[in-house]
């Protein structure tokens, strides 16, 4: 399977037409049409439902469309390491990273890097710690901010100082925003929202004690912003982390902070001997080197 047939069948699947695909990569229709059959005949698989108007994938179709994006962003990348100088250094340095406080630290830390490699810049992803990993497995994520609990075996990382507090927010005319603080049996009866990640739902089931078999989950979110649209419409109460809170409008959303208190650390981490281009190399000697002052 080549990265070239590759590029072909996105572009198809992205405009719907094999007459607009061709046109948009330079090549004429029948081309195009006889690399898309032998693409077929290779997979052993029906890739298209060929209509009158327009072409639509099938669900084997929308397995390679997945993966096929995947592999050329890593086509790109790695094309991107390899033409980076030591002399000059250059590249994209990709960032995984949670709705998190610490994510605060990053902007101080990625602007004097700049300054020192200006033609370096930046892709900043942002999910849950097991999504960061997952991209950081497949090499698509170079480095990641994560919340812990997570696995750390596979990476080499530094744990920030400072701690990540879970709050619960709600619209400042819910009940509970009349408390300066929440306990277990405050929730109860009323509809949470939790954090999708098992580990964090560990967390706080521990946190809940007794009254975790009485609490009413109507939502599991991935990160907080999602969770804190339906706080603010008043349909649940969300349990997440700081995060980006410092941020909000409190006229619009406010949180609550746990009590007794709910912390957990981060990690900035990477995978253990993974070859990285220059731009990444550089990038994490000089955050390590920075952190670690912090923490001293």
């Known amino acids: ?19 607009r695909a061709a046109e948009v990569l330079h090549i004429t229709q029948p081309t195009l049409s006889r690399q898309l059959s032998q693409l077929e005949e290779q997979t052993g698989v029906k890739l298209f439902i060929r209509g009158t108007r327009k072409i639509k994938l099938t669900n084997e179709g929308n397995l390679l469309r997945r993966r096929a994006e995947e592999i050329l962003e890593l086509v790109d990348k790695t094309e991107r390491e390899l033409t980076e100088q030591e002399e000059q250094v250059e590249g994209v340095v990709a960032i995984g990273c949670g709705d998190l406080r610490a994510v605060q630290r990053l902007p101080e830390l990625i602007r004097s890097f700049h300054e020192k490699y200006p033609l370096v810049t930046f892709d900043l992803y942002t999910a849950t710690a097991d999504l960061v990993t997952e991209r950081m497995d497949r090499g698509l994520t170079d480095i990641g901010l994560l919340l812990e609990p997570v696995d750390l075996e596979k990476y080499d990382f530094i744990r920030l100082a400072g ?12 009940p509970l ?25 560990s967390e706080i089931a521990n946190w809940f004690g007794e009254y975790y078999d009485k609490i009413q989950v109507l939502f599991t979110s991935n990160l907080p912003s999602s969770s804190a649209v339906m706080s603010n419409q008043q349909l649940a109460y969300s349990i997440n982390t700081c995060g980006s809170v410092d941020f909000w409008d409190q006229t619009k959303l406010t949180y609550r902070p746990l009590k007794p208190e709910l912390t957990a650390t981060c990690a900035l981490a990477w995978k253990r001997q993974q070859p990285f281009g220059i731009a990444t190399e550089k990038f994490i000697q000089y955050a390590r080197k920075a952190l670690q002052m912090d923490k001293d």
């Open 1 to 19: 399977m080549e990265i070239r047939v590759l590029r072909y069948f996105l572009a198809v699947a992205r405009e719907e037409s094999i007459t």
């Open 163 to 174: 701690l990540e507090r879970c709050v619960v927010t709600m619209h400042p005319d819910a």
């Open 177 to 201: 925003a009349k408390k300066e603080y929440i306990t277990p049996e405050d929730l109860v009866g009323v509809p949470l929202i939790m954090p999708r990640r098992a580990s964090i739902q």
